[in-house]
């Protein structure tokens, strides 16, 4: 497509559910980005990848949080037993280059554990 | 450790007034840095990035100055437009050793654009 396309758009689980949201990156970008942030607050980076790998999960606040790539393509972040402060919007970006390059922002997935 | 400062935190304005965003930051090595607009519930879209050498640079009504020595930006935005009410986020990113880059965010400027 011409832009990432993130889904579900909103998602609205109950807590202790598993949940998964999907990032499809501008065709041809290596280096993609999720982030998350929280109502009225700024972006909190998560995890980077280039590729399938991911130099840089520093960011993923616990074991619940997950995320794989595949085919230099397509990225899945998994949160396992959700709590309520989990409850935000998570971006997912794609750049051609690490940092150095625009970064291009999806509309993002709402998530929201009641 | 890294940290972008933005002020003010919100800012109202009457249409067709011009105001000021400010970016300080402490980010080193310095790399580049961008502005974005984040309209509510939209992802953040880029205005302008800058490199080291680089003082100013406009994009439409958007005109973003960066000063190295003192780690400063500001992002200007004449003649508001109603359509101009978002977030503006301010991001510089770390040069690493080996190469890549390492972004930092700041928390935004609201900006509100009333009639």
């Known amino acids: 497509g011409a832009g990432v396309s993130q889904s579900p758009s909103n998602k609205v689980t109950e807590k202790g559910k598993d949940v998964e949201l999907r990032c499809d990156p501008i065709s041809g970008h290596t280096a993609l980005y999720w982030y998350r942030q929280r109502l009225g607050q700024g972006l909190e980076f998560l995890i980077y990848f280039q590729g399938n790998s991911a130099p840089d999960k520093s960011g993923l606040p616990s074991d619940r949080f997950s995320a794989e790539r595949t085919g230099e393509s397509v990225s899945t972040l998994t949160i396992q037993r959700t709590q309520q402060e989990d409850s935000a919007v998570y971006l997912c970006?794609?750049?051609?280059?690490?940092?150095?390059?625009?970064?291009?922002f999806g509309e993002g997935s709402r998530l929201t554990v009641l | 450790k890294n940290q972008v400062e933005q002020s003010p935190q919100s800012l109202i304005i009457l249409e067709g007034k011009n105001c000021t965003l400010q970016?300080?930051?402490?980010?080193?090595?310095?790399?580049?840095l961008r502005w974005y607009k984040q309209d509510t519930g939209r992802g953040p879209v880029s205005l302008t990035i800058?490199?080291?050498?680089?003082n100013t640079k406009s994009n439409g009504r958007y005109t973003a100055t960066l000063d190295a020595d003192t780690k400063q930006s500001s992002l200007h935005i004449t003649a508001s437009q109603l359509s101009d009410s978002a977030s503006y986020i301010c991001?510089?990113?770390?040069?690493?050793?080996?190469?890549?880059?390492?972004?930092?965010f700041g928390t935004g400027t609201q900006l509100k654009v009333e009639l």
């Open positions: 970016c300080n930051y402490t980010v080193s090595p310095f790399s580049n």
């Open positions: 991001v510089v990113s770390e040069g690493l050793t080996g190469g890549g880059n390492k972004l930092t």
């Open positions: 970006a794609s750049s051609s280059q690490r940092g150095a390059g625009e970064l291009f």
């Open positions: 800058m490199t080291f050498s680089e």
